[in-house]
């Protein structure tokens, strides 16, 4: 399933992001999803937790796939 998540300022980090959408409970356990390669960005595993989310993005976690959109 697509899911939509808009981005109410210039970007999300993907920790931030994850917590967001809850799929992490907390900053250290988005740390730890990103870091054991369960996330994906575009289709690619992102390892970077900071990585910047600007819109336009598909992220993978959990068999959800979520489009960033930006709010501008």
């Given at each position: 399933?697509?899911?939509?998540?808009?981005?109410?300022?210039?970007?999300?980090?993907?920790d931030a992001f994850?917590?967001?959408?809850?799929?992490?409970?907390?900053?250290?356990h988005?740390?730890?999803?990103?870091l054991?390669?369960?996330v994906?960005?575009d289709g690619?595993?992102?390892?970077?937790?900071?990585?910047k989310?600007r819109?336009g993005?598909?992220?993978?976690?959990?068999?959800?796939?979520?489009?960033?959109?930006?709010?501008?």
């Open positions: 399933m697509n899911k939509v998540f808009e981005v109410r300022g210039d970007y999300i980090t993907l994850l917590k967001a959408t809850g799929a992490a409970d907390s900053g250290a988005a740390k730890e999803r990103v054991a390669g369960d994906k960005v690619e595993v992102e390892l970077r937790r900071g990585r989310l819109g993005e598909t992220v993978e976690v959990d068999a959800e796939r979520w489009t960033v959109k930006s709010a501008g």
